[in-house]
């Protein structure tokens, strides 16, 4: 369940930052951004809220990296949440926020070092090596460009 209501706040925080807040800057209502952003800020408090608490119930290193690292929305949601807070003129929160991605990635990256799979045959073991590597570098260009 508190999966479903993290990814239901992002979505939520999606969908004021980038159509509502778009939609206001094409059209030059400052007001209704502001409210777009509001709405984007009151959805991503408790969707990173969330996110803390699937932290402390996953016990193990391979459910702690599937958590974290489960899809773009996810891993952008600190930085955007950053931007959302920055126009919203609150530059402590926003940095706030930016800290507290960087410390989930910072936990992201250990938890998938971490993982050791004993027993495993030396092919499985450097496909293992090989294929985190490659998550690593793709987590690394996707983490690059973050368009607002």
């Not at 984007?40 to 803390?52: H, T």
């Not at 290193?61 to 690292?69: F, P, R, T």
């Not at 930016?98 to 910072?106: K, N, S, V």
Request: hydrophobic fraction near 45%; charge should be negative.
């Amino acid at each position: 369940m508190e999966c479903q209501f993290r990814a239901t706040q992002v979505n939520l925080a999606w969908l004021a930052f980038d159509a509502l807040a778009d939609e206001a800057e094409r059209v030059g209502d400052a007001a209704a951004r502001l409210r777009a952003y509001t709405l984007a800020d009151a959805a991503y408090q408790p969707a990173r809220a969330a996110q803390v608490e699937l932290g402390w119930l996953e016990g193990d290193e391979q459910g702690k990296a599937q958590l974290l690292g489960q899809h773009q929305a996810l891993r952008e949601m600190y930085a955007r949440h950053a931007y959302v807070l920055w126009q919203l003129g609150n530059l402590k929160e926003a940095i706030r926020a930016l800290d507290a991605g960087r410390a989930q990635a910072l936990a992201e990256s250990q938890t998938l070092r971490s993982v050791s799979l004993p027993g495993l045959s030396p092919e499985d073991a450097a496909a293992f090596a090989a294929a985190r590597t490659a998550w690593e570098q793709a987590r690394a260009q996707g983490d690059l460009p973050l368009s607002p």
